[in-house]
């Protein structure tokens, strides 16, 4: 079997095409899930009565079922029960990566929030600052250089899993990939240049974590 560089090539501009739709996914969702994200680590965090059990429960379900599962239930099973809940694909995606990986940053911030020494929460507290300014001025400065790596880590793994959208019918890079292999029968190199365009992005985002860990290490 030889191996067709040159439908590599020739395929490379039909795949990246489609990247803005992979690229925007991944933007949308990750700001949806770290917003969901922070406000679930907040609630553990401070124990608050009622809610608490609540966030435990959406991490526990989030966590502990497949992605692709929530995207189908969210797809397909959502408008049946709730018919004006109907939405398209790429909306389907966005929600269902956003709230699946919340989950995950919501951990990861919890973990580096409590990760900052009680000491400087108190000390923070007798010099008459309340609790919210101590964590926005002293604890989250902290607990962001903490939770970058694995912060970073849930992005990448997000970007990886919008691979899944096109089983909701997104024309993404991994459904262009799918189309184009089924139509010259190329299979192995379709699938060998979408993963290339997966793992140069994520060897261009490995790069920015690394400038970003070393900026707030310096600044903190």
């Given at each position: 079997m030889n191996f067709d560089f040159h439908y590599l090539y020739d395929r490379l501009p039909v795949i990246l095409n489609a990247l803005d739709i992979t690229l925007g996914m991944s933007i949308i969702a990750v700001l949806?899930?770290?917003?969901?994200?922070?406000?679930?680590?907040?609630?553990?965090?401070?124990?608050?009565?009622?809610?608490?059990?609540?966030?435990d429960f959406y991490i526990s379900f989030f966590r502990g079922t497949p992605l692709l599962v929530q995207l189908f239930l969210l797809y397909y099973g959502l408008p049946q029960l709730v018919p004006a809940a109907d939405m398209s694909g790429f909306a389907a995606a966005v929600i269902g990566l956003g709230l699946h990986f919340a989950a995950y940053m919501a951990e990861s911030i919890r973990a580096a929030i409590l990760s900052v020494e009680n000491a400087q929460r108190e000390a923070a507290l007798s010099i008459g600052m309340t609790e919210l300014q101590a964590m926005c001025r002293i604890i989250l400065p902290q607990a962001t250089r903490i939770a970058t790596p694995p912060l970073m880590n849930n992005f990448i793994d997000l970007l990886k899993s919008?691979?899944?959208?096109?089983t909701l019918g997104v024309a993404d890079i991994m459904a262009k990939a799918k189309l184009e292999a089924a139509s010259s029968f190329k299979y192995f190199e379709s699938f060998v240049l979408v993963a290339l365009v997966y793992w140069l992005i994520v060897v261009l985002l490995t790069r920015c974590q690394q400038a970003l860990e070393n900026h707030l290490n310096k600044a903190y």
């Open positions: 949806l899930s770290l917003g969901v994200g922070i406000v679930l680590a907040l609630i553990k965090v401070f124990q608050l009565k009622g809610l608490t059990q609540l966030a919008t691979s899944l959208a096109f």
